[in-house]
């Protein structure tokens, strides 16, 4: 395995790796930045830490256009850069869509849109139940994704249940065929949230949503990128 | 006597005072059974209210997170409903959890059939590695639901118990996996499922056949039909509380190595458009005594 470290520069080459070019389709850089930013300056993760049940929790649940994913694993250690140009091949074990059996740093399989939400509320609910309140509990989902009632018994859930170490960050390329009304963070704050939407490429901004308190509440950050289908 | 159902929020009350690592997910249904339990770990009996799909979820999020979830609601809403939920947050992830489903087949005719689930356990037969307990008294549901926890040293077991109001008179010593030999005899195999125990001993009453009695179904026990169909021949009949036929395949496959004939019997497919009491539907699906005699008589003759 090799033991270079990358940085954000470098992503775009780690994706040329499994696509055989540099340049992308909109499912796979929209959540690039956002990845980048969360595993670079915000998770408490890293590839020894996989047992550690005080880490935090990461779950890709829009398990669409995984290769920032991958690209983001590797480039911090998790999987090794030897394994992306196998990207989706019979003895590869990295999928299109991304198996937590059987990639190093997955914390959930998906590809099945509006799962990862439910059992990262689950994830809350077993840390604080064994006493666990140091982790923080993070799920990326798709503004297209969120048309999924499962979302929505989730969201509906966890703001009156207080699950202040659960976090959402909704991708919104403007993907769903019919805009929820009021817009994403307000469906997020009446159910209670704390909701703040920024620009999905502005790292800083990401950083400063994703490290604002919410005593008290979940938080959702809305990260706005270029629309898909522009 | 009490019911099945009627156990589950006592044992599992019991279960969550002993081991830091239950937890119970309901949806609204039998949460008044888990009031004390609730004032006493309100971390770990959790209502997510009516949403299914998150009973699911949430449960396989505790599992991942390091707890025993135990999801209960009825088996409609537990195993149909949010089915792709079992399937790919408890089985893809490979993570474990109990449900424990009430209702049944017909417990609440009235209710009708918004309120039935004769397929789940064939539902269930569609994915891997499940264990399905199907208890045919509440003594037995006690012990299965201990078993089903507690099961495997990693406790990630994915296991499904199946409470009837459907009940046998007297309970019998399970252990969550084998086939018990109830009566033995020389003309045919009967396997009894649960609750449908006591109407095929009365169906079967001195007829020459071996009677075995399965509480749990999954896996299935096929040592235990081998063995009785060497000496009673190699006639099964399968008498299952749900969809009849569920078994066929499970049976068929026990007895590759021989010549055979299976007949399953259970609920019929088509929705009977019924309401009334339990013992009428039993009885409209053929699965009282009487008919249970004469379907049977007549495939062993």
């Not at chain 1, 080459?13 to 796979?28: D, F, N, S, V, Y």
């Not at chain 1, 005080?54 to 850069?81: I, N, T």
């Not at chain 1, 950083?207 to 950050?221: D, E, I, K, L």
């Amino acid at each position: 395995m090799t033991t270079t470290t990358y940085g954000f520069t470098e992503l775009p080459e780690l994706m040329g790796l499994m696509t055989g070019a540099e340049k992308h389709g909109p499912a796979a850089t929209s959540t690039l930045d956002v990845l980048w930013v969360l595993y670079d300056r915000v998770l408490r993760v890293g590839p020894e830490r996989m047992e550690d049940p005080e880490r935090d929790r990461f779950l890709l649940s829009k398990g669409h256009g995984p290769m920032a994913y991958y690209a983001v694993l590797a480039a911090k250690g998790f999987l090794p850069v030897e394994w992306l140009p196998g990207f989706g091949s019979y003895d590869s074990p990295l999928g299109h869509h991304p198996d937590r059996v059987l990639v190093p740093g997955a914390e959930i399989g998906s590809g099945s849109l509006g799962h990862g939400l439910p059992i990262a509320v689950g994830t809350a609910l077993g840390l604080r139940a064994q006493g666990r309140l140091d982790p923080a509990v993070w799920v990326l989902v798709g503004d297209a994704e969120l048309d999924e009632g499962s979302n929505h018994e989730a969201i509906a859930y966890a703001g009156p249940a207080g699950l202040d170490r659960l976090h959402t960050v909704v991708i919104d390329n403007s993907s769903a065929s019919h805009a929820r009304p009021g817009g994403i963070a307000a469906r997020f704050e009446v159910a209670g949230w704390s909701a703040e939407t920024v620009d999905g490429r502005d790292h800083d901004a990401l950083h400063a949503a994703f490290t604002t308190p919410h005593p008290g509440r979940p938080r959702v950050v809305v990260a706005r990128v270029e629309p898909k289908n522009a | 006597m009490d019911t099945m159902r009627d156990r589950f929020a006592p044992v599992v009350t019991g279960m969550l005072d002993e081991d830091p690592r239950v937890a119970v997910v309901l949806a609204e249904i039998g949460r008044d059974g888990f009031v004390e339990a609730t004032r006493r770990h309100p971390d770990r009996v959790i209502n997510v209210g009516i949403r299914e799909q998150l009973l699911i979820g949430a449960g396989a999020g505790l599992a991942l997170a390091g707890m025993r979830p135990v999801l209960h609601t009825f088996a409609s809403f537990l195993v149909e409903r949010p089915f792709e939920q079992v399937k790919l947050d408890l089985g893809h992830q490979d993570v474990g959890a109990v449900l424990v489903s009430a209702a049944a087949s017909y417990d609440w005719p009235a209710g009708g059939f918004t309120h039935m689930a004769p397929g789940d356990v064939a539902v269930l037969d569609t994915l891997d590695g499940w264990t399905v307990h199907v208890p045919g008294h509440p003594d037995e549901a006690e012990t299965l639901l201990r078993h089903a926890v507690g099961a495997g040293e990693g406790k990630d077991d994915k296991v499904y118990v199946r409470l009837s109001a459907h009940s046998n008179e007297q309970a019998l010593p399970v252990d969550g996996e084998r086939f018990l030999t109830v009566r033995e005899g020389r003309r045919g195999v009967v396997v009894a499922v649960g609750p449908l125990l006591d109407a095929v001993l009365a169906a079967t009453e001195g007829l020459d056949v071996t009677v075995l009695y399965a509480s749990t179904v999954r896996p299935f026990d096929s040592a235990a039909l081998r063995g009785a169909t060497d000496a009673a021949g190699a006639d099964v009949v399968l008498v299952e509380p749900y969809l009849a036929g569920t078994s066929t395949a499970a049976a068929n496959d026990a007895l590759a190595h021989v010549p055979h004939r299976v007949l399953g019997l259970g609920v019929g497919r088509r929705e009977l458009r019924r309401y009334g009491q339990l013992g009428e539907h039993v009885a409209a699906h053929g699965l009282d005594a009487a008919s249970l005699r004469e379907r049977i008589t007549g495939f062993l003759r």
